[in-house]
T-cell receptor, first 113, second 115 residues
């Protein structure tokens, strides 16, 4: 079946603009994760959704970052008033249940000029 | 903070040689997972080892887990140029009582296999 998809694959924006990144998880996966990865760095956890439970937002770096997920389907990560330090690859992953193997999308490379 | 710490940070070997990467962690875990990342994009799951397991094999991959030392190793035998990638370990330290069900990721080992 189809894997995790993300769009856009690349996004170039100007400082101060808002951006919205989309993730389509694997159908039936209840858990969905967003990560940020700066160039040459490891994964930085941002937010985690599990079914209808309240999301774990503990990794969001500032109130400019927010994410939503409708049920067990698509999720959007929104970054308001982008800054240059937001430039990174944003990765989405889903898993059947929490703690299971995570399946990653190809990521969105965000460049803030 | 990152719980998993891989070492070495970078490893360069010749094709055909074995590559060993290590991962250390701090708290008790339910399982430990290894992932590979090519070209800075999506990660691919390689192998999961549970806390009650000591060793697992998958093709040319061998993973060991020593819970007393809180460490794991990933061995790639007979390496190929296509194995060139970054390798990450991730630990599941969540509890049933808590809501903290996310994996904790290390910073990765960058492996270069030279033809």
């Amino acid at each position: 079946g189809a894997g995790v998809s993300q769009s856009p694959s690349n996004k170039v924006t100007e400082k101060g603009k808002d951006v919205e990144l989309r993730c389509d998880p694997i159908s039936g996966h209840t858990a969905l994760y967003w990560y940020r990865q700066r160039l040459g760095q490891g994964l930085e956890f941002l937010i985690y959704f599990q079914g209808n439970s309240a999301p774990d937002k503990s990794g969001l770096p500032s109130d400019r970052f927010s994410a939503e997920r409708t049920g067990e389907s698509v999720s959007t990560l929104t970054i308001q008033r982008t800054q240059q330090e937001d430039s990174a690859v944003y990765l989405c992953a889903s898993s059947l249940e929490a703690r299971d193997t995570q399946y990653f999308g190809p990521g969105t490379r965000l460049t803030v000029l | 903070s990152q719980q998993g710490e891989e070492d070495p940070q970078a490893l360069s070997i010749q094709e055909g040689e074995n590559a060993t990467m290590n991962c250390s962690y701090k708290t008790s875990i339910n399982n430990l997972q290894w992932y590979r990342q090519n070209s800075g994009r999506g990660l691919v799951h390689l192998i999961l080892i549970r806390s009650n397991e000591r060793e697992k094999h998958s093709g040319r991959l061998r993973v060991t887990l020593d819970t007393s030392k809180k460490s794991s190793s990933l061995l790639i035998t007979a390496s190929r140029a296509a194995d060139t990638a970054s390798y990450f370990c991730a630990t599941d330290a969540s509890t049933n009582a808590g809501n903290n069900r996310k994996l904790i990721w290390g910073l990765g080992t960058s492996l270069a296999v030279n033809p």
